[in-house]
């Protein structure tokens, strides 16, 4: 599925309606551009999946771990760029936790990420607008 947000706050309102239909142990592989908007999006998704913190990139850190209906994994790989690296930090570890994992950047570790993911992808059109393409099984549950 395609749709297009032309705004932060469409981008926001599109991540309250993914993230309130996630599930359990789901792994969702986030890819896009540099300033594409997935922080963005991972914002709205916290939103929808009952997090009441404030949503930062954890760029510096690599993982912050939100509480909403279910514990909520939020990666972002961009500083990193050998699988062998974010294997060491035992991402795939998180993804039986019972929880949600987000993964920014999740093109860097396309090896590790389990079969069954949702995708989305991003792709920046311009300064405000976005082409969103989220994987069959999320796109599913949206209609």
Avoid at 78 to 98: A, K, M, N, T, W
Avoid at 100 to 122: F, G, Q, S
Wanted: a negative charge.
């Amino acid at each position: 599925m395609k749709t297009i947000t032309r705004s932060a706050e469409e981008t926001v309102e599109l991540g309250r309606k993914i993230g309130a239909v996630l599930r359990a142990n789901e792994v969702v592989a986030l890819t896009g551009g540099l300033g594409a908007g997935k922080t963005t999006l991972i914002q709205g998704i916290a939103q929808g999946f009952g997090v009441n913190d404030y949503v930062t990139s954890p760029t510096f850190i690599i993982i912050n771990e939100y509480q909403g209906r279910l514990p909520l994994y939020h990666f972002d790989l961009y500083r990193l760029e050998d699988p062998g690296s974010i294997e060491e930090l035992g991402v795939d570890e998180y993804f039986q936790r019972g929880g949600v994992c987000l993964i920014e950047w999740a093109e860097r570790m396309t090896e590790l990420l389990p079969v069954n993911r949702e995708t989305i992808e991003i792709k920046l059109i311009d300064e405000n607008e976005r082409e969103i393409c989220l994987s069959s099984g999320l796109a599913a549950r949206l209609k």
